[in-house]
């Protein structure tokens, strides 16, 4: 909350998910539903959420201003309410919770530190962390709770016995002891002992105090008596509480705002408070209706017309008087600053060599387990352990880190295992340890680790780099995030690729690297045209199966692909096509034998292509020569060696080229 509440229109709540992440069973259920009631509640007797976000770790409500403070505060500084006023802010109350059970919520939490005053000391019901569904969404049937919630003063018998009970009855009687509270500034029941507070619940030993009783009214009485029934069934609903006589009976404050009307009702209102004041202030022996002395200590408050409230009034009493309470000594003299210069490099301390070191209990997430049978393997212990958390992996070889001993290589039958979080240690010690395990009864403690020998530094694990560090906390908060589960029917992201195979040999690359290209480009034509929208192309053109992997924007267009690629002739080779598994990997890395030899053959091409370019440029020279005599025979045709025209030779080159491409899947291409 905001210290200084009187500047601003909204208070602001905050809770760290640090410190809910121990807790999580209020992370799951509470504060989630807290979240996603309170907001939708709107009842100007509720105290309405303005804004909620989360910034990191922390998530903020903005919530509704009630500058009057609780009840509680209000009854305890200035004693037990009149009945008018009392009546007034028991019907906003009873208002606000039967807006709340018309809705299917009950509060759960009920009392007068949740009860607020608004700017005219109007009460609003606020803090809904306890709040439940009193009706299931989904049946409409009235549902029952079985979780201990609230304050032990304000709870209905039903809840102490931790049996399941009626969340609305228990409303009811957390609101009976909200009134009660207020006529009479006690608590009817004494909390330090649960079990005898049951029992007086349940025989009904408790009674108003007898200055109050003289003035109350008896429809007061019975209304608390009705609502403090410790059977369930018997209390009355908050529909019947509005109706009782107590609640219809028009108060004092009522008939004067009718006289006086609203501006004169007010003003009267003040000068009654001011008037009250003065007495008290005269009784204590105050005659400045400002001025207020605390009658425990002797301090003296002034009041701030501003802020409406009462602040210590500061002079040399009070300052001497605060000195003494706080050991305050006077500062000494100024001396000269010896503070060396912070641009100054002083010497540099030598880092302190490595030592045995003990763990505390409060980050050993390490736990030893003994009793495991004989016949247990890795996986089987890594599944056992698994039931309390997440198991740490090794960021070098991603394995978890969890070790069976063996003597002379057989099983001991004990083990390590190191988990991610200490929560999962408790979890461990409290179900795993007597846990009976393929007939064996297993023990579980907290690991602790004895020095044998001298200390060896070189045995110790490498340390991570700073950057493999953040590496590794990102993915462990990964796995802790909240995701969203998949939906009934729904496919999986790797259904959308398509692996067709055989659609090339890897040799044809090394001959011409640009097929690379009119392959692509030829499968992505054929695939948009008859099957959708295609996301990727990739081509293993390392892979002897002649891969090609295309990847779609839905499964559906991937299954198309499929019907129509499947035992399709392409370049006369029989294609196949499938689902890709998500696991397989079809990247081909070359050997250092692969790769020299690649090497070699490129230096050969580079030479070989030197040599040609100066073979054409003395070409170039000889037929520069004869470019006169051979331009007198042009002839239509040249014919080639094998006596073909130059037309029939390219008909040729374009039949040979249409062998390459897409055939159907009963025409065989040769």
């Not at 303005?50 to 919530?63: A, G, N, S, T, V």
């Not at 009134?179 to 004494?190: E, G, R, T």
């Not at 002739?569 to 081909?588: C, M, N, P, V």
């Amino acid at each position: 909350m905001l210290k200084n509440r009187h500047e601003w229109r909204t208070t602001i709540g905050s809770q760290d998910h640090r410190q809910i992440e121990s807790v999580p069973v209020f992370t799951q259920k509470f504060l989630l539903r807290e979240l996603e009631i309170w907001p939708r509640l709107r009842h100007r007797h509720i105290v309405q959420v303005e804004r909620m976000f989360q910034i990191q770790d922390r998530i903020y409500i903005f919530m509704e201003l009630a500058p009057g403070g609780s009840v509680i505060e209000y009854v305890q500084r200035y004693g037990a309410v009149d009945e008018d006023m009392a009546r007034n802010w028991c019907k906003r109350m009873c208002q606000a919770l039967r807006y709340c059970h018309k809705k299917g919520v009950a509060h759960r939490d009920l009392k007068c530190d949740n009860l607020l005053l608004d700017k005219d000391l109007q009460v609003k019901i606020g803090d809904f962390g306890f709040c439940c569904r009193s009706v299931d969404p989904w049946s409409g049937s009235h549902t029952f709770s079985d979780t201990y919630c609230g304050s032990s003063s304000y709870v209905a018998p039903e809840v102490i016995e931790s049996q399941p009970y009626d969340p609305i009855a228990a409303d009811i009687w957390s609101a009976g002891v909200c009134i009660y509270v207020i006529l009479n500034n006690a608590m009817p029941f004494d909390d330090t002992n649960l079990t005898r507070m049951h029992e007086d619940q349940i025989t009904k030993r408790w009674d108003f105090s007898p200055k109050v009783k003289k003035t109350l009214s008896q429809s007061a009485q019975k209304l608390v008596a009705r609502m403090l029934e410790p059977m369930p069934a018997k209390r009355p609903s908050m529909d019947q509480v509005l109706n009782c006589s107590w609640m219809k009976m028009r108060s004092n404050f009522v008939i004067l705002k009718q006289i006086m009307g609203d501006a004169d009702f007010e003003q009267q209102l003040k000068l009654e408070e001011l008037e009250r004041k003065r007495k008290e202030l005269s009784e204590s022996g105050v005659s400045d209706p400002d001025i207020y002395v605390d009658p425990k200590d002797g301090t003296i408050y002034e009041w701030d017309m501003g802020k409406k409230a009462y602040f210590p009034k500061i002079d040399d009493d009070f300052i001497v008087k605060y000195q003494s309470n706080y050991n305050y000594q006077p500062p000494a003299e100024e001396t000269k600053d010896d503070t060396p210069d912070p641009d100054s490099k002083g010497e540099k301390r030598k880092a302190s060599e490595p030592s045995w070191f003990e763990i505390d209990d409060a980050h050993n997430t390490k736990v030893y387990v003994t009793g495991l049978p004989l016949d247990i393997t890795e996986q089987d212990f890594v599944e056992l352990m698994g039931k309390c958390g997440l198991i740490l992996k090794d960021p070098a070889t991603m394995k978890y880190k969890v070790k069976l001993y063996r003597e002379k290589g057989q099983l001991k039958g004990d083990g390590l295992c190191c988990y991610i979080k200490i929560e999962s240690v408790t979890l461990a010690l409290d179900i795993l340890d007597g846990y009976l395990y393929k007939g064996k009864k297993i023990h579980v403690e907290r690991a602790k680790f004895q020095q044998k020998g001298d200390y060896d530094p070189s045995k110790k694990p490498k340390k991570l780099k700073a950057k493999e560090k953040e590496k590794m906390k990102k993915k462990q908060e990964r796995l802790f995030e909240w995701g969203f589960e998949k939906l009934r029917g729904e496919r999986s992201r790797h259904e959308n690729t398509v692996i067709i195979k055989n659609m090339f040999d890897p040799k044809e690359f090394d001959e011409d690297p640009t097929l690379l290209l009119d392959y692509q480009k030829d499968i992505r034509e054929e695939c948009t045209s008859k099957c959708g929208e295609v996301k990727k192309v990739v081509i293993y053109d390392r892979n002897p199966e002649g891969v090609v992997a295309v990847t779609f924007a839905t499964p559906e267009m991937a299954d198309e692909c499929i019907n129509l690629m499947n035992g399709r002739w392409f370049a006369s080779r029989q294609l196949t096509a499938e689902t890709w598994d998500g696991k397989t990997k079809y990247k081909i890395v070359e050997s250092a034998e692969e790769h020299q030899k690649r090497i070699k053959s490129w230096d050969s091409f580079l030479e070989g292509k030197n040599s040609n370019s100066e073979s054409n440029s003395q070409n170039k020279q000889i037929d520069s020569k004869r470019s006169v005599s051979s331009s007198v025979y042009e002839l239509a045709g040249d014919t080639d060696s094998s006596g073909d025209s130059d037309s029939e030779g390219k008909s040729k080159q374009s039949n040979q080229k249409s062998n390459g491409g897409f055939v159907s899947k009963n025409k065989k291409d040769f």
